[in-house]
């Protein structure tokens, strides 16, 4: 992995390709390069930034091209390693991961092939050319490949001789734009906003073959397919970073835009009831008769479920259980058919919650859920049911308004099960759908607190360690606050419920380790003082985001600052929004490169 752009049109497409590896830069990479037809084939990489391959490409010109931005997994940052990978006249650039590359390496070796790379990507390139070497055209070639292939795979292929680029998908996102002067493909719409917005979003399995002819797409059996075209939602404006600094700081500041948009599905002001139907057709009843949720998810999206829990547990009473997707499909787990699974991922492409989500269907457990920003993504398209989060496109590898819309999602999830359950009662379900219209509005307040935010960063910029505290459905919040620390100013921190303090994290505290704190005015507040005043007694520096009513002072080694108000049920999402800021503020000071931080990527599609 991790971005590929392909082109193929009666102009010059080299620009075409650059400019789709710099709207792909968000997603995380340490290396680009790109391969073009003129008609012999030439190769072209660099280790660093799209910059320096744009740079050596100066005054290249051709009709035919494909391009990649790496993010290592086999084979450490180098030249040699990255994409494309060729073998003879042929070149291929390839996202995800080739499971069974060892094995295929040592037979492709055996009959003479010489490899020059550590990546599992090159045994598809070489693979391809024994077909072709033993008399398939190019498309058949690819797809006699892919059928050897195990594991997850995005690839898109030229070859001289051949006036066309072959493209395969499995596992791994894969578009193609069409345009009246080209076809185009490319892992992410955004490479392709520049040329169309007409895109074709290919299926496991599928094939295509484009050339200036037409465009021709066949599945893995060799047997024609159509797919219907999509007009993208998506503006050139949304990858545009106007007036902010950087991605990351765009999409805090967007939050309460993608929760008003997001929420739009409450209808008017004059709504006074959640309806299932925004789930999908056959929510009503499905809802109705759900008895259990399980949750699947990684990362910041996990979080977001783990808030869930304690929203669907106590508004609609029944169990839920939240699963880090990774893990999940590899544990022998109870099979319940009748439990509602929800899958929740910013892309839709995630590939350890994809494995899980197709882990448990095809164990009977069909009642399946997404919440997902990507209408047209592999999870969305796997779930009978879904709810779109609407947050717009979001770059910033760290997510942040993902995940408040999440938020916003599983709240409107869990209120629509009270109330299908029996147990929201009238007034409740005004106040609920009061909460949420005014979310916006609070979040908007929440952000004005972003210059005391930033006076904190300059001491926590300093420090090596940090401890997020939180107690109830603010745990998961001090979570997600520690990993955006450690995300993006490489500061190493922990969330931890606060009560666990006593049970082995106080050892570390002392003045050295600043203990950043969620507080709101809830039934907690006083067991979560006392676990404060822990902190303070071993010396260590607290720093507290309070509710206006909290009653929590600041005095010496105690650094307060307060919300504009308290937000009840809701509250979660109001507090995570100063804790992106600090992470934020933190990486400014420490001079990190806060939209693409080392050794990750925006949409993890390798497990």
Known sequence: MCGIVAALARHNVVPVLIEGLRKLEYRGYDSAGLAVLKPELMRLRSVGRVSEL???????????????????????????????????????????????HTALKNELTDIGYVFTSDTDTEVIAHLIDSLRMAGHALLEAVRLATQRLIGAYAIAVVHEGVAGIVLARQGAPLLLGVAEDGLYAASDASALLQVTRQMIYLEDGDLAELTLAGLRLIDATGQTVERVAHESALSADAVELGQYQHYMQKEIF??????????????????????????????PEVLASTRSVLILACGTSYHSGLVARYWIEQLAGIPCTVEVASEYRYRVSVVDPAQLVVAISQSGETADTLAALKHAKARGMTRTLAICNVAESAIVRECALRFLTRAGMEIGVASTKAFTTQLAALFVLAATLAKLQGRLAANDENDCLAALRHLPLAVKNVLELEPAIAAWARDVAGKEHALFLGRGRHYPIALEGALKLKEISYIHAEGYPAGELKHGPLALVDEAMPVISVAPNDHLLEKLKSNLQEVRARGGELYVFADADSQVEASAGVHVLRLPEHYGLLSPVLHVVPLQLLAYHVALVKGTDVDKPRNLAKSVTVE
């Open 54 to 100: 744009a740079a050596q490409a100066e005054g290249l010109s051709a009709a035919i091209g494909i391009a990649h931005t790496r993010w290592a997994t086999h084979g450490v940052p180098a030249e040699r390693n990255a994409h494309p990978h060729i073998s003879r006249g042929l070149a291929v650039v390839h996202n995800g991961i080739i499971e069974n």
């Open 254 to 283: 967007e939050q309460p835009t993608a929760l008003a948009n997001t929420l739009e599905m409450l209808g008017s002001a004059n709504t006074q009831t959640f309806n299932a139907h925004v789930f999908g057709t056959a929510a």
